[in-house]
Nanobody
Framework: VQLQASGGGLVQTGGSLRLSCLAS????????MGWFRQAPGREREFVAA????????YYAHSVKGRFTISRDSAKGTVYLQMNSLKPEDTAVYYC???????????????????WGQGTLVTVSS
């Protein structure tokens, strides 16, 4: 599975960005896709995830109500619409593909087998 993330950039506080993640390869075996982020000096953290099968969505508390994850199964693409951005959202955002079997849901990074290269989101104050 190869993942290509795009859509990052510089935006002012309160602005919006949409990230895209194109998945290719054996994605049919993946339970779902997730977005994680890592700010300088901090650990990678879960942002949002979605199941391929039924579109169930999962969000971190810090982004719920501001971010929306969606999927286009035909295109093998997952999106992250980010609204009302804050400076604390500044990070490198990574998309990831979960394995075919997961035990602890789509929140933990260890459930993901494939990772994209990351795209930088910078929110200026």
């Amino acid at each position: 599975v190869q993942l290509q993330a795009s859509g990052g950039g510089l935006v002012q506080t309160g602005g919006s960005l949409r990230l895209s993640c194109l998945a290719s390869g054996r994605t049919f075996s993946s339970v779902g896709m997730g977005w994680f982020r890592q700010a300088p000096g901090r650990e990678r953290e879960f942002v949002a995830a979605i199941r391929w099968s039924d579109g169930s969505e999962y969000y971190a508390h810090s982004v719920k109500g501001r971010f929306t994850i969606s999927r286009d199964s035909a295109k093998g693409t997952v999106y992250l619409q980010m609204n009302s951005l804050k400076p604390e959202d500044t990070a490198v955002y990574y998309c990831a593909a979960a394995g075919s079997r997961i035990a602890y849901g789509l929140y933990p990074p260890f459930e993901y087998e494939y990772w994209g290269q990351g795209t930088l989101v910078t929110v200026s104050s």
